[in-house]
């Protein structure tokens, strides 16, 4: 059970969602804080300083996007959407303004909470944090050396800075754009081919069977996550 100290920010306008989501997550040990909209939510962030949010989409007077983008001039604790909407251009953007994680309604408890406890352990590892590790594979940052199996990993510069990326992110979804825009600058945003093209070398040279990933896993229409258990 997480330290009860964790605070979670819940932006719901149905008022029946929060109240199910209130009882699952103080079951869990968590504090909770409510709001009802866009303009409340903005509020509660700044005078509760929660540990997550969790936010929807189809608020009454901000679109959530715009939440997350303006939260991001700020908040850098963890954001997941938790919406109606399972359009993958809605799933993107809300990626790109900056959330971690997107779960569709309806959904499982048991599924957000692992969520949670995912995106939790990622945001409490050190941005520096200089090695990597999950199951067989190994990256050292700051010796920016890979292993698979105690073998070193040679990289291209291009490979190497997807999967440093990837790293600094483990665990959270990034979308296409955002993996080209920090790889090769915003100029290649749109170039989605020259992410396909890498990614599958990449894969040839970490993954013990390319065809079937098991660290770099493929979110459909959305990007690529680097798992933190395989």
């Not at 819940?10 to 968590?30: K, M, N, P």
């Not at 993996?179 to 090769?184: K, P, S």
Request: proline share 5%; net charge negative.
């Amino acid at each position: 059970m997480p330290d009860a100290k964790l605070r979670l920010l819940i932006v719901d306008d149905e008022r029946a969602i929060r109240r199910f989501l209130r009882a699952a997550l103080t079951s869990h040990g968590y504090q909770v804080v409510e709001a009802d909209s866009g303009q409340a939510a903005l509020a509660a962030a700044v005078d509760s300083r929660p540990d997550v949010v969790i936010l929807d989409l189809g608020l009454p007077d901000i679109d959530g996007v715009d939440v997350t983008r303006q939260l991001r001039e700020w908040y850098r604790s963890p954001i997941i959407i938790l919406s109606v909407r399972d359009q993958e251009s809605d799933k993107i953007a809300a990626l790109d303004a900056g959330a971690d994680d997107y779960l569709t309604k309806p959904f499982g408890v048991g599924e957000l909470m692992a969520r949670i406890r995912v995106i939790l352990r990622r945001s409490a590892r050190s941005v520096e944090e200089p090695v990597f590790e999950v199951d067989e594979l190994k990256v050292d940052l700051a010796r920016r050396l890979v292993s698979l199996k105690g073998q070193e990993v040679d990289l291209t510069p291009t490979e190497y800075d997807i999967l440093r990326i990837l790293v600094q992110n483990a665990g959270r979804v990034l979308t296409h754009r955002q993996i080209l825009r920090e790889v090769w600058g915003e100029a290649y945003e749109t170039e989605t081919h020259l992410l396909r093209v890498n990614m599958s070398n990449l894969r040839r040279k970490i993954e013990p069977d390319p065809n079937l990933p098991r660290f770099v896993v493929t979110e459909p229409g959305v990007g690529y996550r680097l798992k933190t258990v395989a």
